[in-house]
């Protein structure tokens, strides 16, 4: 019934370090329908960039399953990925590193185009990057203007006209506005919601930021050091957070509304921890107001508490 | 943004207007046109047949009208000698440095791209050469494949690799990182197009400098290569060969060894000027 | 008073161009209060309290009029030696990054213990010196043990705190923090603000806070000014800015881009086009090329400030007769997502 495109099971990611086996993403499964965004919310280091890098293969998995349209990126062969790439795109967070400089805004958003081989000709390839730059609302006569004489919006506008120009189905937006002032950080979400609706794209969306991914997710993911710790509809995690840690975050986002002022809250103490050779057990353990005994050892499992609201706690 | 669709020589042009401040630059870039000029239209200035003719009655004189530089030992006109000079050395110079600039490209990118058994297999190879005084590398060549102009050119280069390969593996190594060479991995692009569209363009300018710096070593690599005759070879006029004929003559016609001498240094410091006026206009970081 | 601008404009002047970062900025800030500036990247924050810490770049900045009178001292008129004196004992700043702001070869407790030495007009001795640096590690919330540690052993929040330690261990009557949460994550960054009221509660301090983020003003800031291509367009009380029903366009503008947690909006309401270029200031009223409700006027003619209650709005939707303009305004701001 529903179409599942893309679907990722028990995905694992390690990094052998000096100090140790770093668990950057640790048995992470979740599925995505057509048209649909899941926000993948969490602090620096909890393996959300991780995560989107490696399901478009751009680090191998160390185990589990990416399933696109029901095919298994891991085990599939170089051609099957050749084949599968186009679909599949990136939006990268710092719209200043991630365009090579030495290349026009015309030759940026034509790369993807000449390295797939997609075009017959070459008018059919100005045709498209044209068609791509009026997409994302960049005039044609920026064509020739490299990206560091643009501001940083519409450099960010090219990175997606660089995306949809293959015409993906999903993309990966790895904290695409983070880097964006304010008011132009919501022409870009606009933009992205906009470009959803006409294609049907269905976005994998990290960010650290919960007031955007509120905006625009329907299902939220919550990471903590490489595991998943809550996942739900994106109205539920804000209407009944259950995992200590997305209470946690939930609370400390600064509101910006009179009634915020000089407020005294629950402040999570401590700092993130390494996720370097992880001790067994939950690992918000160490900062957990809640924390037993219990909660450190043995396997913490993503339970279903309700209707697509998952949550890896003993407490709950 | 006004500035937006301008053409795309502006970054040329503000490589240009950077450069142009510093003083010191320009004077070796005038020196540096000058030596290119003579070089290109050296017959023109004077034919090459006064570099051979030997005139017995004009031996050893000294500076004067007729002849600019004075004669040498077999009465050939040593004007007309430095002048055709100028073309091996300007030629074994500029050619030594782009082919050891091609082959250190080559390794050095491969080692700093792929990185693993690649780059060790390389760093390992260049550990050893870089053990060898580059004079001695050059001499050892050129003992093996006989002395030529050729084997002069291959002698010079393979003690220059070395360095290359070291500088442009750094380079590529930090571009490497950058996010828009990962952007690249995500539509799809091979490794071969990724290094040679991205990485390397964008490791370019301390490359650029590198390489008007290392012609000048070249030069006096060659130059003193021929001085102690494992170079080019007399009757060939190549500065360092004049060098080595003239030393019997030191003391009686001092203007055998000056003009000859002369010439190495003015084109090996206008190189030097050149390359230190382009590090400072290729970073645009120093942008003001 | 402890601090009183009054009409700053500051330029970066080179060869090729003039940058026009502040532009006629003037406010005051009373002993204890926290002032808020806001306002996009470019927008002339950080110049703004580059000028009053005397830090501008020698070479390029300018500062074209204006006065900055800091406890009955014009600042602009002190030696740069007399500076020095102020600087890091009266008046320090947090700077934004906490990974770079400290120097690697130093531990943490030599660090602060620096400001102590260069200012130390009472005549300190090593041993109070010690104790005063433990006392203010103890004060961020950074074990006394660890001021032999350098900085390279702390996370990116311990640092912040080992920063703010340096800024606070003169006892500052004015502290200038310019965006120093952005670089942390949400959680660090909501113990380090709490952090900053708690320390600025106790000693009374001043403090300038730079931010580009609205929550962030909403907790912290008794004064809020809105900061626009290096003018002050809006300033006030928190209350005027965040719940008064006169607004500038831009602030406006600016409340209808941020995602509200609360509503459920689909389409966020942002301010179309760019910041103008500081080197080419659009004549008359700077925010006219974005302004939805621009008038004929604001093209040709600077808006003057209008008050109202000590609440400053640089606006011509405000000048007299322009009634009616002003009651749709309000009308907008109801609207957009407020």
Redesign the interface.
């Given at each position: 019934m529903e179409d599942k495109m893309l679907e990722i099971r028990h995905l694992k990611k390690y990094f052998q370090t000096p100090a140790g086996k770093l668990h950057a993403v640790d048995d992470v499964s979740f599925q995505i329908e057509q048209g649909k965004t899941l926000g993948v919310v969490g602090e620096s280091g909890c393996g959300k960039s991780t995560l989107g890098r490696t399901i478009l293969c751009l680090n191998e998995p160390t185990e589990g399953k990416i399933l696109f349209h029901g095919k298994d990126l891991v085990t599939a062969g170089k051609k099957e990925r050749k084949r599968l790439r186009p679909k599949m795109q990136m939006i990268f967070q710092d719209p200043y590193s991630s365009l090579n400089g030495r290349m026009t805004v015309r030759q940026l958003i034509a790369e993807p185009l000449i390295v797939n081989k997609v075009c017959k000709n070459k008018k059919e390839l100005e045709q498209r990057v044209s068609e791509a730059m009026e997409t994302v609302g960049l005039a044609e006569r920026l064509s020739m203007a490299y990206p560091h004489e643009l501001d940083g919006g519409r450099r960010q506008r090219i990175g997606i006209a660089r995306a949809l120009v293959l015409e993906p189905e999903f993309i990966v937006c790895d904290e695409p506005v983070s880097a964006l002032d304010v008011s132009i950080q919501a022409q870009i979400l606009n933009l992205l919601m906009d470009l959803q609706e006409e294609r049907k794209l269905t976005y994998l969306f990290i960010t650290h930021d919960l007031s955007v991914v509120k905006h625009i997710s329907d299902e939220i993911m919550v990471m903590y050091l490489g595991k998943c710790v809550e996942r739900a509809p994106a109205d539920e995690i804000f209407e009944n957070p259950l995992h200590p840690y997305t209470k946690a975050l939930l609370a400390a986002i600064p509101i910006p509304s009179v009634e915020s002022c000089h407020k005294r809250r629950e402040l999570l103490q401590g700092e993130v921890t390494s996720p370097v050779n992880p001790k067994p057990g939950c690992r918000f353990a160490a900062r957990c107001p809640f924390a037993k005994e219990s909660c450190r050892s043995g396997e913490i499992l993503l339970r279903e508490v309700s209707a697509g609201h998952f949550v890896a706690c003993n407490q709950i | 943004?006004?500035?937006?669709?301008?053409?795309?020589n502006s970054?040329l042009s503000e490589i240009w207007r950077r450069y142009k401040k510093n003083k010191a630059a320009m004077v070796g870039l005038v020196i540096l046109v000058i030596i290119l000029f003579l070089a290109v239209f050296a017959d023109l200035i004077v034919p090459y047949s006064k570099c051979i003719d030997q005139i017995g009655a004009e031996r050893l004189q000294g500076p004067s009208l007729k002849h600019f530089f004075g004669t040498d030992e077999y009465g050939r006109d040593l004007f007309a000698r430095v002048i055709h000079g100028s073309r091996y050395s300007l030629f074994i110079g500029v050619a030594t440095s782009l082919m050891a600039l091609v082959i250190g490209a080559v390794l050095g990118a491969s080692a700093g791209y792929f990185g693993g058994v690649v780059d060790t297999v390389i760093c390992r190879i260049i550990d050893v050469f870089m053990c060898v005084p580059p004079i001695l590398l050059s001499l050892a060549v050129v003992a093996a494949l006989g002395t030529s102009m050729r084997n002069l050119i291959i002698a010079i280069t393979v003690s220059c690799i070395p360095g290359n390969v070291r500088l442009i593996r750094s380079l590529v190594l930090t571009v490497a990182e950058?996010?828009?060479v990962?952007?690249?991995?995500?539509?799809?692009?091979?490794h071969a197009?990724i290094i040679f569209?991205?990485v390397l363009?964008?490791a370019m300018g301390p490359i650029i400098v590198n390489t008007t710096m290392a012609i000048s070593d070249m030069i006096l690599s060659a130059a003193g290569l021929s001085f102690i005759g494992m170079g080019i070879q007399p009757p060939s006029p190549e500065w360092g060969a004049l060098l080595s004929s003239a030393q019997q003559y030191m003391f009686t016609s001092p203007y055998l060894l000056l003009f000859p001498g002369m010439f190495i240094m003015l084109s090996s410091l206008s190189f030097n000027l050149v390359g230190d006026g382009l590090t400072d206009a290729l970073d645009?970081k120093l942008k003001? | 008073m402890v601090l009183k601008i009054e009409n700053l404009s500051v330029s970066y002047e080179t060869d090729i161009e003039v940058v026009h970062a502040v532009n006629d900025i003037s406010f005051s800030i009373e002993k204890g209060e926290t002032l808020g500036l806001v306002g996009e990247t470019g927008a002339g924050k950080t110049t703004t309290a580059l000028s009053i810490m005397g830090l501008l770049p020698e070479r390029t900045a300018r500062v074209r009029s204006g006065r900055i009178e800091f406890q009955e001292n014009d600042l602009l008129a002190l030696s740069e030696r007399e500076m020095q004196h102020i600087r890091g004992d009266k008046i320090s700043m947090i700077f934004q990054d906490p990974m770079t702001a400290l120097n690697p070869v130093l531990t943490v407790g030599e660090q602060i213990a620096e400001a102590l030495i260069l200012h130390n007009t009472d005549g300190y001795t090593q041993k109070e010196i010690e104790a005063r640096v433990e006392e203010t590690l103890e004060l961020v919330g950074i074990p006394k043990e660890r001021k032999k540690d350098y900085p390279y052993q702390f996370s990116g929040g311990m640092r912040q705190r080992v920063v703010i330690a340096i800024a606070l261990v003169c006892n500052p009557d004015l502290l200038i923090a310019d965006e120093p949460t952005t670089a942390l994550d949400v959680t660090i960054q909501a113990q380090i603000l709490s952090m900053i009221c708690d320390l600025q509660r106790k000693y009374g301090t001043s403090v300038i806070m730079i931010t580009h983020d609205l929550g962030v003003v909403a907790e912290t800031c008794d004064k809020v000014g809105i900061i626009y291509a290096g003018e002050m367009v809006e300033y006030g009380t928190l209350y005027d800015i965040f719940e008064g029903d006169e607004h500038h366009p831009y602030t406006v503008g600016l409340f209808g881009s941020i995602p509200n947690l609360k509503e459920n909006a689909r389409r966020l309401h942002p301010i179309e086009g760019l910041m103008p270029d500081p080197t080419n200031l659009p004549e008359g009223c700077s925010f006219s090329p974005r302004c939805k409700r621009c008038m004929e006027i604001c093209m040709k003619k600077k808006p003057a400030v209008y008050e109202n209650n000590g609440h400053q709005i640089r606006c011509h939707l405000y000048d007299a007769g322009m009634q009616k303009a002003v009651s749709e305004n309000r009308k907008e701001a109801g609207e957009d997502g407020r």
């Open positions: - | 943004m006004s500035n937006a669709g301008k053409k795309r970054q950058q996010d828009y990962e952007a690249a991995r995500s539509y799809g692009t091979s197009r569209r991205y363009p964008n645009p003001d | -």
